[in-house]
């Protein structure tokens, strides 16, 4: 019987709020089953950026990441947010370690395509380099990934957060038993955007073309669904989006919270 291991991926305002965000990490380590953290940080990138005077570029939500862009990412979630966080982990007793699929050579990417937009410094993962997280894992370690990637050749890459969990998820499921948590602050996927009591508590590839066609989801959901579902099919256990402060419970109790995705 395979070991299960718990993939979290933490996103949204949750990043951006110390308070949310120190609460989410307590109970993150209380997870005493293998476990992976992978963070976004958009938000804290366009403010610095900002700040500092490096123009942003976004296309249908997605970062046009030129080579300035790329420094100042490298700089905030690769440093700023991950220590913060592996701090944090720390303080908590757990011993995380801050990474990104450059270290251990834990993600390889290809640079995306032109095709049609130029999305610049920005990675299509390939594959991930399971022996080695494993060996994190049967250690002790709990490896905290930020959204970089590299080619082997020497090169960083942005790549998505939520495709950064998916792949993770799906290559680790070979191993072992993988659940897969997309992690923010609403309580899943709403039928609503403006009543959070709204929840969506099971999406199948059939009822998700459906909530499509009618409008009922759009814009950033739909890249976190349609890796929610590339999950499903290619061996995770299970996935679900779910509150922030929903985790511990979902794990440790084992019931349904937020939105369940089903094959």
């Not at 953290?37 to 900002?50: P, Q, Y």
């Not at 801050?98 to 299509?124: E, Q």
């Not at 402060?245 to 349904?256: F, G, N, R």
């Amino acid at each position: 019987m395979k070991q299960p291991l718990h993939i979290v991926k933490i996103g949204g305002n949750v990043i951006d709020n110390p308070e949310k965000l120190a609460a989410f990490l307590k109970d993150f380590s209380g997870i005493k089953e293998p476990k992976i953290l992978i963070h976004g940080g958009g938000k804290i990138a366009t403010e610095l950026a900002e700040k500092m005077d490096i123009p942003q570029q976004m296309i249908d939500g997605r970062r046009i990441t030129d080579a300035e862009t790329l420094k100042l990412i490298t700089m905030v979630y690769g440093g700023l947010i991950s220590k913060n966080i592996v701090a944090a982990l720390s303080a908590n007793g757990d011993i995380a370690l801050g990474l990104s699929g450059a270290d251990a050579n834990s993600v390889l990417a290809d640079k995306r395509p032109v095709n049609p937009v130029d999305f610049g410094f920005v990675g299509d993962i390939q594959s991930v380099n399971t022996e080695n997280i494993a060996r994190l894992l049967q250690a002790g370690f709990v490896p905290v990934f930020c959204a970089i990637t590299h080619n082997g050749g020497g090169q960083l890459l942005n790549t998505n957060a939520d495709t950064m969990a998916s792949s993770i998820a799906t290559a680790m499921s070979g191993n072992y038993e993988s659940f897969l948590y997309y992690c923010f602050e609403k309580k899943g996927v709403l039928e609503d955007v403006n009543d959070d009591n709204s929840v969506i508590s099971e999406i199948n590839p059939s009822s998700y073309e459906g909530l499509k066609q009618e409008g009922k989801i759009f814009q950033g959901m739909i890249p976190k669904l349609d890796n929610a579902f590339s999950a499903i099919r290619k061996g995770v256990k299970a996935v679900h989006i779910l509150q922030a402060e929903d985790l511990s419970s979902s794990i440790l109790t084992k019931k349904a919270y937020g939105t369940k995705i089903t094959a």
